[in-house]
């Protein structure tokens, strides 16, 4: 897994997200597929958060490989955990 901590220099972070919050990211992110760009998307959220927050979550979800940015800067949910599941069950594609 990609270690994000090493990224974020906490001493420049003011308030980092609960679970719950990051999960609501994830969900409308899952909803809105494509929709929306960037600063569009957090105005649209369900629940309001820092600006800062919401960058956090979206690097998280961008170097987890839970999301992508398209060449208009619009934000499209790529995880699919049955794909995976699919390929983990192949002997032939073993990870060694």
Known sequence: MVQVQKEI???????FPRL???LMVEEF??????EYKKKALWEHLPKK???????LILDYLS???KIAYDQEGKIA???NPKL??????????MVR
């Open 20 to 22: 719950d919050t990051v």
């Open 77 to 79: 949910w790529i995880w």
């Open 84 to 93: 995976v599941q699919y390929y983990l069950s192949k002997p032939e594609l």
């Open 49 to 55: 958060m820092m600006y800062q927050t919401y960058s």
């Open 29 to 34: 992110i899952e909803e809105h597929s494509g």
């Open 9 to 15: 220099n906490k001493s420049k972070v003011i308030h």
């Open 63 to 65: 170097n987890s490989n």
